[in-house]
């Protein structure tokens, strides 16, 4: 389908733009790479009167370590996070997760702060932000705001932005000594939607005890889903393989699937244990290396 008819605003700056949203009120909504909006305007889930246009807003695409934390500037695209040497050195989790979102065309405008944005639990870069802790900074109205990212998904296509928000920066705790990260997910082609997905990280001591773990769960909820049982029963504790396969039947019977054209409720819960397991075993090995 066409995407209903609406009006097209550029914006040189967050705070044009957040002036340009206040002008037209409900009826706009921002676009960056515009690969998860531009979809749900064909087939009119979404129908704004008025797109601002962020994409080019100097100062918004950057990749550092700063302040003990990993920054990425909300209009880095995938692709530029995919060549990173930064990420793929010390942050894998995240190279997993781009190799795995769409094919390169949409990876090389799609960007970081809009997948996140969008709310949607079957994108892939919300449960790394889970697994990752991380924060999302935005601008709006009143200023700058700090979100924790479990305060961040609402519901379904629902976040903690506010209409006039900008997502400005994603941050995560800088990579440690003794910690790796990984993500995998199962999907029917390349490029398409998960049927299901796990990231994982965890934090190692030198006696091999898990000091911190982050699991998070990619299309199997309504919102982006953190596994907060299986990283209590973790948590503290040497890392068994009895461990590992009793979090995998946690993520199974945690989650919350729905039979699609993907696969049924309990192929969806059988994945989810699978890949669960399999990359806690991957992050503690990167952690061990």
């Known amino acids: 389908m066409i995407p209903s008819k609406f009006t097209y605003h ?3 700056s967050v ?17 960056s790479g515009g690969h998860s909006l531009l979809p749900m305007m064909k087939l009119r889930f979404a129908t704004p009167e008025h797109i601002i246009d962020i994409s080019k807003i100097d100062g918004l695409s950057y990749i550092k370590e700063e ?6 500037g909300a209009l880095t695209t995938q692709t530029e996070m995919e060549y990173s040497d930064l ?7 995240f190279s997993d997760t781009i190799k795995l979102t769409a094919d390169p065309s949409v990876r090389n405008v799609g960007t970081i702060g809009g997948n996140i944005a969008h709310g949607d639990a079957a994108n892939d870069q919300p449960a790394v932000m889970l697994a990752r802790r991380a924060t999302i900074i935005a601008e709006g109205v009143d200023g700058q705001k700090t979100i924790p990212i479990d305060e961040f998904f609402h ?9 006039s928000d900008v997502l400005t920066e994603i941050q995560v705790p800088q ?6 990260g990984a993500y995998h997910k ?14 994982v990280h965890v934090e190692l001591d030198d006696d091999g005890i898990c000091q911190e773990i982050g699991i998070g769960l990619t299309n199997v909820s309504a919102v982006p889903m953190r596994l907060e049982r299986g990283e209590e029963l973790l948590r503290g504790k040497q890392i068994t393989e009895d461990l590992i396969a009793q979090v995998g039947t946690m993520a199974s019977e945690d989650c919350e699937p ?20 399999r990359m806690i075993r991957l992050a503690m090995e990167r952690a061990q290396h």
Do not use: C, W
Request: glycine share 10%; charged share 30%.
């Open 10 to 12: 550029k914006a040189s």
């Open 15 to 31: 705070q044009e733009a957040i002036a340009l949203v206040q002008e037209h009120g409900d009826e706009a909504k921002y676009m």
């Open 67 to 72: 302040d003990g934390l990993l920054k990425i």
């Open 87 to 93: 990420i793929r050195d010390k942050y894998p989790i």
């Open 155 to 163: 519901g379904f296509y629902m976040t903690a932005l506010e209409p």
């Open 175 to 180: 990579a440690k000594k003794g910690s790796g």
């Open 186 to 199: 199962v999907e029917r082609k390349v490029g398409d939607y998960a049927t299901a997905g796990v990231a």
């Open 258 to 277: 729905t039979s699609d054209l993907r696969g049924s409720e309990a192929y969806k819960r059988s994945i989810v244990n699978t890949i669960t397991q």
